[in-house]
């Protein structure tokens, strides 16, 4: 049996370790970001993914492994500015923008959890491919909800995309050996 609990954080911690030592270099300019902007860019890097799965091959030096990180790490930009919607702040302490992340992954481990229950850890099972397709459907699933102003009629709002898309990249991650 595996220790989901303990790849899952482990995987986070890789994340989280990058999305620290890249605040101490740019500081939180992400912050300028709209959330229309953060889905885009997540749209950019899991289109790259499955370029270069079809593909087979990446022209630029970086592999799907940094770009699954990236996921994550947008995921949780984009939770976090959920959140800071009516603060203009840019630059947050590193304390406090540290805080912000493990609250955010906190809070998305919970749900992965819950559902990984009730789905039995269905992802130990899926190809990677498939988690990057999930991904970039909920990445289209998102830009629709954008472009209807936050609205849904029978759907989970925006933050319960990022959090999917969050743990969908965290089980590719896992599953690619990043554990």
């Known amino acids: ?15 989280k370790e990058l999305f620290l030592k890249k605040a101490k270099d740019y500081g939180t ?5 709209r959330l229309t902007s953060i889905t885009d860019q997540l749209f950019i890097k ?29 995921c949780v930009i984009a ?5 800071l919607e009516n603060d203009e702040t840019i ?3 590193l304390s406090d923008l540290e805080s912000k992340y493990d609250t955010k992954v906190k809070e998305t481990f919970e749900l992965m ?14 190809r990677i491919s498939s988690l990057t397709d999930l991904i970039l459907m909920k990445i289209f699933r998102t ?13 989970e709002g925006i933050a319960a995309n990022y959090q999917d898309m969050l743990n969908y990249a965290v089980f590719a991650l896992i599953r690619t050996g990043l554990h």
């Open 79 to 83: 939770l976090m500015q959920i959140d």
């Open 46 to 74: 899991a289109r790259r993914i499955r370029t270069i799965e079809t593909q087979g091959v990446a022209k630029v030096d970086e592999d799907i492994t940094s770009e699954f990180i990236a996921i994550v790490n947008y």
């Open 29 to 33: 300019a992400w912050r300028i970001l």
């Open 91 to 93: 630059e947050l302490s």
């Open 113 to 126: 959890m819950a559902k990984n229950h009730d789905y039995g850890e269905a992802w130990r099972d899926m």
């Open 143 to 155: 830009k629709q909800i954008e472009d209807n102003e936050g609205k849904t009629i029978a759907s």
């Open 1 to 15: 049996m595996k220790d989901t609990t303990k790849e899952y954080y482990t995987v986070i911690n890789h994340c």
